[in-house]
């Protein structure tokens, strides 16, 4: 064990200190420079901008991420497996090459990112239960949606970053990420992120939404440059981590794992990785060009001055749109891999399911546009961005039908784990159908721009991500902490969750259908849309609710669980044959695999196993 | 392949950085693919008026410096050290030239500002993002330079060198693009 530890030696605490010494010093050197050509001395916007990425930088520094990169510039030699520093708790808040630790950290922040936007919501929520303003002012709402919007993204995005990471690399059968100094500091960038998202509250907010449009943008107030710099900042830890997961899946699968071997779940974080890694670049250059716009009076979407704002939403879709595919692919990728599990039949059609999280991925870039039917790009463009868009509801339909082939017949039981992704498969039903009506050009003008958006979108998203994800959590925590979670409060937090979800959803559906508009503070009265917005707002403090029931869960079951036995959901997958929690070099020996990952059921079938140690053979009945 | 024998081994661990280094280039390029669509969603079939003998030399010198450059690898390749300083030394200067040419008159001598019209506000981004790339080139090729003069690379173990001249003959390519995007494409606007 590490030798006593005090606050002070925390990566995290000493990161935080040096950010701020680094931000009034990046503002300082954008005042000289601004004094040196002879501007006026202060200017809030450029001093915060540069002072928030030296501020980032020397967070980095100060976290401890750059040094070993600093020591190989200087002509140094790293160990390809230093030994660990640090043990206990205090290596959570520390630089560390585990990707275990960094899949935890990934997901703490995730979760914490994801109560904050929540609180935005319910916020905003309760305002709308009156027509009227009540205790939020206009731009207050407004940088509240955006807000639960944005940092709901990165809480998404770091969230498929924890499965990702703690995963890809134990169900591949490798010790470690290929490039694991990359993977911490694609973390650690995300807490300045995190910080300079959240401070816009504090600099004027920003009234644009997420997508942060110009002109609107252009004009808004000074917190919309803390909100790019944020998207920023987790936009290149999703770059940085999306290259590392298929530099790891192509370089570092076990003897005999062929890409149709790889459990199901590696494919998706495969085909996600294959959009972050290049598709992200998009929106940072569309938000970095209303940065500059505003910095330097760039003229990119002035048409004044032959600037066109809807080169913004070409390149911001060219992004935003295949994200929700890295958001839901890896959603998927988890049903797909705990279904087979909990139903006790191999999963069907395997090789079509693998193929279509690729499949997915690819029509991904071909879609962007469908977000633009009313924005007055050239009409000609709608037809093909609608059949494109339609045609995602084939590979899509192929996963759906898949899992219900599975489920036919099988010996299903009904733990936490699985009650999630049954609640995600029916919920992304829901999301999946209601998408056809806003692909097609004729009913999105009608749909465009209301809460049937809003509700569309939810559905998605909750059963794209937020189910699977909780059934992630759940399934694998015995494996993270070596306990058990307690099953009632699972149960309880599912039962109050999935029917309060549908609730919201179907109220948002219906009062977009009858013209409530998105992102609005206010609503007339005689549209009769108060009884609705009070249910929708009852049904989201419901999942708020059950939300802090998980958390209570989980704090309580990492405490005092009982201890877990070796394979509590009899999985086939080979992070099972390891202790748990899993030791810091994964593997002793490198896997053996001698068979199909998903044969759950065929008497003596074997998957995998460390030779001569263990292994998980199908049992006879 | 996880055998500790294999995955440690210096060839496994060079091709499985050749693979991250490309993806980050991939990853660039998509960068530098959507200024490229900038410049044609605002510009069209016009181009704003510049210096065409400057553009021609400060496109040649780079074009010339990823020569010195593919010397200098083979140099360091075949164990000749001297050979690689020098190469990579012109290199250097080469880039630094460039820079000097884009930044340093090309920026001043242009008939437009940052602020007067899309031909500024592409022109400058497409120049500068660029011209961010081959600065930070030159930083990585000054560290490389450094630590090969104190002899930390060796024929068979020169990854770092590997990296900066795949680096630095990417942002070659990237100008091979924007050179004729931004000055001879299209009628004079």
Redesign the interface.
């Known amino acids: 064990m590490s030798k006593k530890t005090n606050f002070l030696s925390l990566g995290l605490v000493r990161g935080v200190f040096a950010m701020l010494v680094g931000m009034p010093l990046g503002m300082g050197l954008v005042t000289l420079i601004r004094l040196a050509v002879g501007l006026p001395a202060w200017n809030a916007e450029p001093a915060w901008v540069v002072g928030g990425l030296v501020g980032a930088v020397a967070f980095m520094i100060g976290v401890g991420s750059l040094s070993d990169w600093f020591k190989l510039a200087a002509g140094g030699e790293l160990p390809e497996h230093p030994a660990g520093a640090v043990n206990g708790w205090a290596r959570y808040f520390n630089f560390t090459l585990d990707h275990k630790v960094i899949g935890v950290q990934y997901g703490v922040l995730s979760l914490l990112m994801f109560s904050i936007a929540g609180l935005f919501a319910l916020i905003f929520r309760t305002e709308l239960v009156q027509t009227g303003l009540q205790y939020l002012n206009a731009d207050e709402f407004n940088t509240l949606i955006s807000l639960h919007g944005i940092v709901m993204i990165m809480a998404i995005l770091l969230g498929v970053a924890a499965m990702s990471n703690y995963l890809t690399p134990l169900m591949i059968g490798a010790n470690d990420m290929a490039f694991p100094r990359l993977n911490s500091f694609a973390f650690w960038i995300n807490v300045p992120s995190g910080i300079f998202l959240l401070s816009s509250l504090f600099l004027g907010g920003f009234d644009t939404g997420w997508t942060g449009y110009p002109p609107l943008s252009v004009r808004a107030p000074l917190g919309i440059q803390m909100f790019f710099l944020g998207v920023y900042l987790f936009g290149l830890s999703s770059i940085l981590g999306a290259l590392n997961i298929i530099v790891t899946v192509v370089r570092l699968r076990a003897p005999g794992m062929t890409f149709f071997r790889m459990p199901i779940f590696v494919w998706s974080a495969f085909a996600t990785a294959l959009i972050s890694a290049t598709a992200t670049q998009l929106i940072a250059l569309s938000f970095q060009m209303v940065m500059f716009q505003r910095l330097f009076g760039m003229g990119f979407f002035d048409p004044a001055r032959g600037g066109n704002v809807l080169l913004f939403q070409h390149l911001f879709w060219f992004y935003s749109h295949p994200a929700v595919y890295v958001f839901v692919l890896t959603g998927l990728g988890t049903i797909s891999e705990l279904l087979p599990v909990f139903v006790r039949k191999p999963l069907f059609g395997y090789r079509w399911v693998a193929v279509s999280s690729l499949g997915i991925a690819l029509i991904g870039f071909f879609v962007w546009a469908h977000h633009m039917f009313t924005s007055g790009m050239s009409e000609f463009l709608r037809v093909p961005f609608m059949y494109s868009t339609l045609l995602v509801a084939v590979p899509t339909g192929v996963k759906f039908f898949s899992w219900v082939a599975t489920m036919w017949r099988g010996k299903m039981s009904f733990e936490t784990p699985m009650l999630f992704v049954l609640g995600a498969i029916s919920i992304f039903l829901v999301g999946g159908l209601s998408g056809p009506p806003n692909a097609v050009v004729a009913t999105d003008l009608h749909l465009h721009d209301t809460y049937f958006i809003v509700g569309h979108f939810h559905a998605t998203m909750f059963g794209g991500f937020v189910f699977p994800f909780m059934a992630a959590v759940y399934f694998w925590f015995p494996k993270v902490t070596g306990r058990m979670f307690n099953e009632r409060l699972g149960k309880l937090h599912f039962w109050l969750m999935f029917p309060a979800f549908f609730v919201q959803s179907f109220g948002q559906m219906f009062i977009g259908l009858f013209g409530m508009r998105r992102r609005i503070a206010d609503y007339d009265p005689a549209l009769g849309f108060e009884q609705p917005n009070w249910l929708i707002t009852i049904a989201g403090m419901v999942i708020a609710l059950s939300v802090l029931i998980f958390f209570i869960n989980l704090v309580y079951s990492t405490k005092r669980g009982p201890v877990a036995v070796a394979n509590p959901w009899r999985s086939r997958s080979p992070e099972w044959l390891l202790p748990s929690p899993i030791p810091e070099h994964n593997y002793p020996q490198p896997l053996e695999i001698v068979g199909e990952p998903y044969d759950y059921g065929l008497v003596g079938s074997v998957f995998v196993r460390i030779p001569s140690t263990a292994v998980i053979e199908e049992p006879v009945k | ?4 024998t294999v ?2 081994s210096y060839a ?2 060079l ?2 950085n050749r ?2 280094l490309w ?2 280039l ?3 390029a ?2 530098f693919g ?2 490229f ?2 410049r044609v ?2 510009w069209g079939d016009t181009r704003p008026e510049l210096n065409q003998t400057l553009g021609l030399i400060v496109t040649s010198m780079l074009l010339i410096s990823s020569f010195f450059m593919n010397r200098a690898e083979t140099a360091m390749a075949h164990g000749d050290r001297k050979g690689f300083l020098r190469g990579t030394l012109v290199t250097i200067v080469l880039g630094i030239a460039f820079l000097a040419g884009v930044i340093g008159v090309e920026w001043q001598i242009a008939p437009f500002g ?9 022109f ?2 497409m120049t500068g993002m660029h011209a961010f790339h081959v600065l930070t080139g030159v930083i990585f090729l000054l ?1 490389v330079w ?2 090969a003069r ?1 002899g ?1 690379y060796s024929v068979e173990k020169h990854w ?1 060198v590997e990296a900066a001249a795949v680096y630095w003959h990417f942002v070659d390519v990237v100008w091979i693009f924007f050179y004729p995007a931004l000055y001879l494409i299209g009628k004079v606007g």
């Not at chain 2, 392949?1 to 500790?4: A, G, H, L, Y």
């Not at chain 2, 940052?114 to 592409?122: K, R």
Request: no cysteine; charged share 15%; aromatic share 12%.
């Open positions: 392949m996880t055998s500790n995955s440690e496994h661990r091709a499985t693979l991250g993806l980050f991939l990853s660039d998509f960068m959507g200024l669509i900038t969603y605002l940052v602020s007067e019209d899309a031909y500024g506000a592409v400058f981004m560290i450094n630590n104190r930390r770092a």
